[in-house]
C-alpha cells in the first residue's frame, strides 16, 4: 500500500456550476473562431475554473500528516494538519432530499440515502469529508481501508456531550 496519496473527494462547484463550465470552454473555442478573442479567452479562464475547481485530501503518511485542499487551476490551497488532531474514521448515513416542480406546479420529489466517510477529531466534534458511497459495505470497507493506510482508528460515531449539555437535558 502506498504511504503518500492524493484523492479526490467532489467537485468544488455543484452539477449546473460544472455544466456551466463545460458550456463556456465550448463557447470560447466558437468565440476563438471567430476572431473574438478577448471574450473567448475569458469564457475559457472562467469555465475551466468552475469545470475543474476540486477538493481533495492530500496525505503523507511519512509524515503523519493530512492537507485538506481546494485545488484552482491544478494549485492546492490548505493547509497541512496532523492526524494527532484527527484519530478517528467512521461512517455515517446521510439522507438527501430534493423536490423540483414541473409544468403546473407538480412537485416531484428524490430521496438519496448515502453513506458518508468522514475524518473526526478526538471529541468527534469536527468532519472532514473523505469520501460518499451509496451502499454500507462499499463505505465500510473503504473506512477500513483508508484508517489501515493512515494509521487512523475506524470508529462508531459518538461526540464528546459536556456536564454542562447533560445537565440542561435532565
Known sequence: MKNNFDQFVEQKYPPAGVFLGYFFI?????????????SGATLLIIGVYLAFSIIGIQVEKSKNRFKYYNRHFWVKQGEWKSFKDFPDVCVLLTNLKGTSYYGAGIPITTKNRLFVVFLLNETHREKLL??????????????????????TNFTVFSPYISEATLSRRR
Open 26 to 38: 465550448g463557447l470560447s473555442v466558437l468565440l476563438f473562431s471567430t476572431q473574438y478573442l478577448f
Open 130 to 151: 473523505i469520501k460518499e458511497f451509496k451502499t454500507e459495505e462499499m463505505a465500510i470497507l473503504y473506512a477500513k481501508d483508508f484508517a489501515e493506510r493512515t494509521g
